[in-house]
């Protein structure tokens, strides 16, 4: 296994455009994220998957952006009617649970992909 | 929402220890990180520390959590040029802060 691998990993498009962009995680890992990085920013959290359950999509930006992982394997995120400001890196990671010796709550450690970098113009 | 909160920019020698601070908010965070990211590579998790330890030491790399004041630290030991990174703190709630960019000079 090489990773997270992330497609496309540069994607310009004009503005009002709809793009998808995929993940595929590390095979065993059960957990999927999906961030939004800008230029001198930290990630920013946008949405995460358990298996194909979407636990977590307050975060999403906007009702513009949507994500699904049908079959629990890869995901997709799709933004429609792009504008500028959806420029930027938007990175997946994966995890799987663990346990921390000597911890009763389990961790999981994420693993980051490339990303794909989004240019709108 | 929560937020997190870094200084933007330390520079050291080589050979000096670097301490790279964070602030957060989310109180109830059962874990912290650390990430580093290096130019035009991903996000790697440098450590963690669980919220009921107040020190957590890996080689090169020493967290100290102060819960009270809602306050981690990385401390690198012997920095080396190959440390130079941007270095995020984040807490259980996945809120990054803007990143540090350790910048270390022979």
């Known amino acids: 296994d090489t990773g997270v691998s992330q497609n496309p990993r540069h994607k310009i498009t004009k503005r009002g455009q709809n793009v998808t962009f995929r993940c595929d995680p590390i095979s065993e890992h059960n957990r999927l994220y999906w961030y939004r990085q800008t230029l001198g920013q930290g990630p920013e959290f946008l949405t995460y998957?358990?298996?194909?359950?979407?636990?977590?999509k307050s975060r999403l930006l906007s009702d513009r952006f949507s994500a699904e992982r049908p079959k629990g394997s890869f995901s997709t995120l799709e933004i429609q009617r792009t504008e500028q400001g959806d420029s930027a890196m938007y990175l997946c990671?994966?995890?799987?649970?663990?346990?921390?010796?000597?911890?009763?709550?389990?961790?999981?450690?994420?693993?980051f992909g490339p990303g794909t970098r989004l240019t709108v113009t | 929402g929560e937020d997190v909160e870094q200084s933007l920019f330390l520079s050291v020698r080589e050979g000096d220890s670097s301490v790279i601070n964070c602030t957060y908010t989310d109180s109830s965070s059962t874990y912290l990180y650390w990430y580093k990211q290096e130019p035009g590579a991903g996000l790697q998790l440098l450590t963690y520390?669980?919220?009921?330890?107040d020190m957590k030491q890996d080689q090169r790399l020493t967290v100290l959590l102060n819960k009270k004041d809602k306050h981690l630290s990385l401390r690198i030991a012997d920095t080396q040029t190959g440390d130079s990174a941007i270095y995020f703190c984040?807490?259980?709630?996945?809120?990054f802060g803007k990143g540090t960019m350790l910048l270390v000079s022979p």
């Open positions: 984040a807490d259980s709630t996945l809120t």
């Open positions: 990671a994966s995890s799987l649970m663990t346990r921390d010796r000597g911890q009763r709550r389990p961790f999981y450690e994420q693993y």
């Open positions: 998957f358990q298996n194909e359950a979407q636990l977590e």
């Open positions: 520390i669980f919220s009921n330890m």
